[in-house]
């Protein structure tokens, strides 16, 4: 299941997504939480922390700027810019994934 949560800024987006996130997680399904916002706050709503969040953050910077490597596939997406947040989500920020693994 993919679920995509869209709206004007202040209605709530991140929130709904950390809730939404956070029960998958705690009901046993395997989720992946993408922070795709230009203002990222997905990760302290989830309980990554502000060390966390701005180290993730750093990292899609640094690809944006040309500094960082792409990833080429979406486990390595995960690996290599994720982070595990409580209830067994995975959290990554990202800009965009421009090729993806399809499935």
């Known amino acids: 299941m993919k679920i995509a949560v869209v709206g004007k800024g202040g209605s709530g987006k991140t929130t709904t997504s950390a809730v939404l996130a956070r029960t998958l997680g705690r009901r046993g399904k395997a989720v992946v939480a993408l ?3 230009t203002n990222p706050n997905l990760g302290l709503s989830l309980g990554v922390g502000d060390l966390e969040t701005e180290r ?4 899609r910077d640094q ?3 040309g500094d960082g490597e ?3 596939s979406w486990t390595e997406i995960l ?3 994720g982070s595990d947040a409580p ?3 995975r959290l990554s920020v990202i ?3 421009e090729n993806p ?3």
Do not use: M, N, Q
């Open 87 to 89: 209830d067994g989500v």
């Open 35 to 37: 922070d795709c916002d």
């Open 101 to 103: 693994e399809p499935g």
């Open 63 to 65: 690809v944006d700027d």
């Open 70 to 72: 792409h990833a080429v």
């Open 95 to 97: 800009t965009r994934i």
């Open 56 to 59: 993730l953050l750093s990292l």
């Open 79 to 81: 690996d290599r810019y």
